[in-house]
Nanobody, 123 residues
Framework: QVQLVESGGGLVQPGGSLRLSCAASGGSMDYWSIGWFRQAPGKEREAVSCIRRALGSTYYADSVKGRFTISKDNYKNTVYLQMNSLKPEDTAVYSC????????????????WGQGTQVTVSS
């Protein structure tokens, strides 16, 4: 069973940057597609970005395209979400999730979820 642990959240001013980490244990990320999701208070959870297990193809929500970058370090079994030019509307709890299929962007169900890390963008 895969366990995911997020870290790297915090308070940052508008225009600032954060790098979130999603560390996996219990299995190699080589076999999992990983997605980043976020949920703001009073809003539904939304997909932010994902990286496919085999080809490493990446996908982004339009709201973060050009500002966020997802990457994977197979040696460290960790997926990162580099977030630049942060805006107040990026404030949310960010969670990573894993699924064994190769698809990651679309109506896919994820099997394993981390506990989430809070990102607050405020001056």
């Amino acid at each position: 069973q895969v366990q995911l642990v997020e870290s790297g959240g915090g308070l940052v001013q508008p225009g600032g940057s954060l790098r979130l980490s999603c560390a996996a244990s219990g299995g190699s990320m080589d076999y999992w597609s990983i997605g980043w999701f976020r949920q703001a208070p009073g809003k539904e959870r939304e997909a932010v970005s994902c990286i496919r297990r085999a080809l490493g193809s990446t996908y982004y929500a339009d709201s973060v395209k050009g500002r966020f970058t997802i990457s994977k370090d197979n040696y460290k079994n960790t997926v990162y979400l580099q977030m630049n030019s942060l805006k107040p509307e990026d404030t949310a709890v960010y969670s990573c999730a894993a699924r064994p299929g190769s698809g990651c962007w679309g109506p896919y169900e994820y099997d394993y979820w981390g506990q989430g890390t809070q990102v607050t963008v405020s001056s």
